[in-house]
């Protein structure tokens, strides 16, 4: 399989609405994606996602805007004229086939021999982990067989670009992490460009080279899963991916790359800021917070809730607001209850700095 870098370039699309007004979907999308990466698209429904995926595969045409595939625009190209291939949310099997020729139905329509297909379907049908069941019908499979054979079924006709519509939304929480598991050592193994589709984002941490944050049609950012979680650009990715508190706090200095703020009477130091000034917000983790019994910002414990590898403990800060903090494998010595009177400590290299 020959990887191929995808490139859309102020990508645009409209739908037309009831009474004569519209939905912009997608909004003015630029993004490079390099060979042989897997980059997922996230966020919350409705927020051009699916759009843009199905803009890529050819299901939907660009209002305006251009989509690159190596050196190709595609942007008006038909889907078989693309060479793309889509796993798809249903996984879309022929019940009157058997696995084998569900696998291989794609390559009646390319020009491969008998003998080249038998191989290309063994070979693929090897590497996902489907030997020995070609001769079954897909409703003798379990969910999770059914989907390897979706994504059998799109690798077989070696495509330059893998697409993946949330492929595992229909299996249960085990099964999902399994088969995020196989999805990436696949793509890794075939060294193919994929972009992956999901509003999950312990499937988009887990899956991705990079992850692409959206809402409203715009890209709010583009990262590593790392720069994602513990530097997000916009209050909206810091809510959206995992749990997060917001601090309200005041910019008291530059502190070389960093900066010293005031939060609740006391000064904190954050260890990577951006050049900002005035009112702010700290993005702290529920990780990087430490109740202590002697010092730090003085809180109420709210609620405790013992979840066996951590403590989730909610606290009321001085202002009123409320937080959570996270122990990680607690012991019995170590329970705040309810109504206790405690300190809360920040990780500053675990702390990110916002404007309000």
């Keep these: 399989m020959c990887a191929q870098k995808v490139e859309l370039r102020q990508l645009v699309k409209i739908f ?8 912009r979907a997608v909004d003015e999308i630029d993004l490079v994606i390099e060979p042989g990466e897997m980059v997922t698209f996230l966020g919350p429904s409705g927020c051009g996602k699916t759009t843009t995926l199905r803009m890529v595969a050819g299901f939907e045409m660009p209002t305006s805007g251009h989509i690159f595939i190596g050196n190709e625009d595609v942007s008006n190209k038909a889907p078989n004229e693309r060479d793309t291939a889509m796993v798809f949310q249903s996984y879309a099997l022929f019940p009157h086939m058997t696995v084998e020729e569900n696998v291989g139905y794609g390559l009646r329509f390319r020009k491969v021999s008998k003998q080249q297909a038998k191989e290309r379907v063994e070979r693929i049908m090897e590497l996902v ?14 969910g999770g067989q059914q989907q390897r ?3 059998a079924r799109a690798l077989v006709v070696e495509p330059q670009v893998l697409l993946f519509d949330e492929p595992l939304s229909n299996l249960d929480a085990k099964l999902r992490e399994y088969m995020r598991e196989e999805i990436r050592r696949v793509q890794q193994e075939l060294g193919i460009t994929a972009i992956y589709v999901t509003h999950d984002q312990s499937e988009a941490m887990a899956l991705s080279d990079r992850i692409v944050v959206m809402n409203a049609g715009r890209i709010e950012q583009v990262g590593t899963p790392q720069e994602i979680y513990l530097r997000p650009a916009t209050r909206f990715v810091a809510d959206f991916i995992g749990k997060v508190n917001f601090l309200p706090c005041e910019v ?3 502190q070389g790359s960093g ?15 951006p050049e900002l000034s005035g009112k702010a917000s700290l993005v702290v983790r529920p990780e990087a917070m430490f109740l202590d019994k002697g010092e730090g910002i003085p809180v109420t414990v709210v609620s405790s809730v013992y979840l066996g590898s951590a403590m989730e ?19 019995l010595q170590e329970v705040f209850a309810a109504g206790e009177q405690a300190f809360l400590q920040l990780d500053s290299h675990a702390v990110h700095l916002l404007p309000n």
């Design 16 to 23: 037309p609405a009831p009474g004569g007004t519209e939905v």
């Design 129 to 142: 982990g489907l030997q020995g069941l070609g001769k079954r019908a897909p409703g003798q499979l379990s």
């Design 149 to 151: 054979v979706a994504l």
């Design 252 to 254: 008291v200095s530059r």
């Design 259 to 273: 900066a010293l703020v005031e939060a609740f009477g006391r000064q904190i130091a954050v260890a990577d800021a």
């Design 313 to 331: 403990i909610r606290v009321e800060l001085p202002n009123g607001d409320q937080v959570t903090v996270y122990k990680s494998n607690p012991n």
